[in-house]
């Protein structure tokens, strides 16, 4: 299974809120998962990114939190800002080759 | 450094007719992938290359070419578009995973297609 699974599709969360979006998969052929951020009419960027051997990472208001055991994945955004307001994908690659899978897409908006 | 560029920004076509997305970036990346992104899907790999002269079929190849001349430029040609492919498309490039954490991938702005 080479799936990732990204829940929810959409959130709306008030300005100094705590956004979480999350992301599971079947493969632990997946090596590294990235999250990108994408703005209307740009292509995603990336946001912050984790190894299977780390837990959390942290940068900033980002963090992604990592359980290797459940398969799962998640950004965490604290204190959201309505410039956060954008499109998160999460993502996996395949160890030992390029490809990358990525998650639905999950839409926030962030109110002020 | 333009990073990753990609034209033309939008396209309509009438189905049957081709077309050729082009892709250039300036960072010397040995990676470089075409993506199709459709609401509600996410982004799903068509081709990719590893390098010049390399290139190998993602998850939906079906209806595009793609050739790999240069480092530079990744090409994605439609043969006889259909309305499905009505798309946005995105073009991204990245360092050769033999170096050591190097996994960021780049995007491109994306063109939008259109067809009818």
């Known amino acids: 299974q080479q799936q990732v699974k990204q829940s929810p599709q959409s959130l709306i969360v008030q300005k100094g809120g705590i956004s979480i979006i999350n992301c599971a998969y079947e493969n632990t052929a997946f090596d590294y998962f990235p999250w990108y951020q994408q703005f209307p009419g740009k292509g995603p960027a990336l946001l912050i990114a984790i190894r299977p051997d780390v837990s959390e990472k942290k940068e900033g208001r980002f963090t992604i939190s990592f359980n290797k055991s459940a398969k799962q994945f998640s950004l965490h955004i604290m204190d959201s800002q309505p410039g956060d307001s954008a499109t998160y994908f999460c993502a996996a690659n395949l160890s030992g080759t390029y490809k990358y899978i990525f998650g639905t897409g999950t839409r926030l908006k962030v109110l002020a | ?116």
């Open chain 2, 1 to 116: 450094n333009a990073g990753v560029t990609q034209t033309p920004k939008f396209q309509v076509l009438k189905t049957g007719q081709s077309m050729t997305l082009q892709c250039a970036q300036d960072m010397n990346h040995e990676y470089m992938s075409w993506y199709r992104q459709d609401p509600g899907m996410g982004l799903r790999l068509i081709h990719y290359s590893v390098g010049a002269g390399i290139t190998d079929q993602g998850e939906v190849p079906n209806g595009y070419n793609v050739s790999r001349s240069t480092t530079e430029d990744f090409p994605l040609r439609l043969l006889s578009a259909a309305p499905s492919q009505t798309s946005v498309y995105f073009c991204a490039s990245s360092y050769s995973r033999r170096l050591a954490g190097a996994y960021e991938q780049y995007f491109g702005p994306g063109t939008r297609l259109t067809v009818t």
